[in-house]
């Protein structure tokens, strides 16, 4: 099958992407690996690379945190590119406009990088899997890649019935699929792993090639915040030819004993926390840690003395506060302020 274009960078540049917990956790527990990687390599002296959509809020974050000062923005449309010229925090900021494969194929990835595609249209799901392959194929030792795609099995059709969803999967998938695909794979629960091992597929092979390089994944995550659920792989590029490589990275790095890492291509942890007014997270903090307990959810609700879920009941409610109780140190804090 020959190389179809994806959608390009589809930023998102409707989505207030600074007004959603659950991505919000998800860049911060992004960041936090990220210092992680420092312990190895000086990670203030990367650049990073990434879809910016009009806000750049990931750059002025990892700018923040970890004083990332070399960054480019790719972006296809105009207006975004003018937006994020207007918007941008500093001017050691690149704004690329050009189609993220395009960029791919002519940038030179010298040194150390970050690379995030985060691609939020489900259409084109070939392309941004061979995009993210050749990403790989591109980068050196210590190099870090993300992705992120649209994990909702609806975008295969909603009317559709399973059998003709998973009839365009394996279309969409082409050469890429090459592991086993049946009907619970693509249903709602299943489906962010069925992508995962698509991501597994699509990297397969690439050790093999001259550099003796791989993709070791670290953490993969699937949330939502009222649209569709989004599947997010980090990893790290290692040397395959070094047997010791990645239990050193791994211990030098902490990762091997942070709570959050996924090393294996397990499926991916689910981030889902409730809405949550700042006194009712300051109460619910007052009881936490406690662990990874069965009954963490009803604990907390005791705590509250009420279910903090406007929808699904009280059994919802312990689901979401047992996942903030995981959660809670990444939480973002929203405020109001008039300037």
Known sequence: MGFEESEGNMSGGAIAYHLRENKAIERNLFI???????????????????????????????????????????????????????????????????????????????KHNIVWLDYTTPRGLYGQLAEFRLLVSKLGKFDIAKITLNANPETLGGNATIEEKLEKLKRCLGDLCKFNLDEDDILPKKYPATLLKAIHSALGGLSARVSGDYFQPLSAFVYQDGGH?????????????????????????RIAHWAFKNLDWSPPLVISVPA?????????????????????????????????????????????LANYSQFYRAYPLFSRVVL
């Open 276 to 320: 949550l007014s700042t006194k009712e997270r300051l109460t619910l903090d007052t009881a936490l840690p406690i662990g990874r307990t069965e009954n963490a959810g009803e604990l907390l609700v005791e705590k509250l003395g009420y279910c903090p879920s406007e929808s699904g009941g009280e059994y919802a409610a312990k689901l979401l």
């Open 229 to 253: 659920p989004m599947l997010t792989v980090t990893g790290v590029i290692l040397d395959a030819k070094n047997d010791l490589d990645k239990s050193l990275f791994l211990e030098k790095s």
């Open 32 to 110: 936090e690996l990220l210092v992680r990687v420092g312990r190895v390599e000086n990670i203030s002296d990367y650049t990073y690379i990434g879809f910016g959509g009009p806000f750049l809020e990931d750059f002025k974050a990892l700018h923040a945190a970890l004083r990332i000062s070399k960054m480019i923005s790719i972006e296809m449309d105009e207006n975004v590119c003018k937006r994020q010229a207007f918007n941008s925090p500093a001017d050691f900021i690149e704004i690329r406009k050009c189609k993220s494969g395009e960029f791919l194929i002519s940038h030179d990835f010298d």
